[in-house]
């Protein structure tokens, strides 16, 4: 049975990918009550990993591209944690995006931005979340961006 969250996914012509176990000493999620926390997911898509440092070779458009990559990961993951049924969601909590970026670079909202606007594009109101934007010096295998959410479910 397909959820209705995705088959709105369909209809932004989006198919969750099956996740792949973790590569360290760690699990993909953990929940708590109604709380799920996803681990950090990163800009890993169907063509690949997007590697790049925002603010050198990387414009925030291209790593907005890459945070919505993270965003479908998310959702991956918490599909899982959902036993397979992602209208358990009732919420997106929080997130918070890691952006490989220069010490100068300061546009890290906007990167996070593509992540935070999918959420909304594809779970409406449920998407609206609180949210934290940060730099880092470098990230995981090079990627350009990873974010981690929190989400309640029923």
């Known amino acids: 049975m397909t959820s209705a969250i995705e088959t709105r996914l369909a209809e932004l012509g989006v198919t969750l990918p099956d996740m792949p176990a973790p590569l360290a000493n760690y699990v993909p999620f953990v929940q708590t009550g109604e709380i799920v926390y996803v681990s950090g997911q990163i800009s890993n898509g169907p063509d690949g990993m997007i590697t790049g440092k925002l603010g050198d070779n990387m414009t925030a458009q291209q790593g907005a591209d890459a945070a ?6 998310l959702l991956a993951q918490l599909r899982t944690a959902c036993g397979g049924d992602l209208d358990r969601l009732v919420r997106v909590v929080k ?29 409406g109101d449920m998407g609206r979340h609180a949210r934290s934007a940060v730099s880092a010096a470098s990230l ?3 990627v350009a961006v990873e974010i981690e959410g929190i989400f309640q479910i029923k």
């Open 140 to 142: 995981p295998l090079g």
């Open 95 to 123: 997130l918070t995006g890691f952006v490989n970026s220069t010490a100068d670079f300061t546009d890290q909202p906007k990167v996070i931005n593509g992540c935070s606007d999918f959420m909304v594009e594809a779970l």
């Open 68 to 73: 919505r990559v993270c965003a479908i990961n």
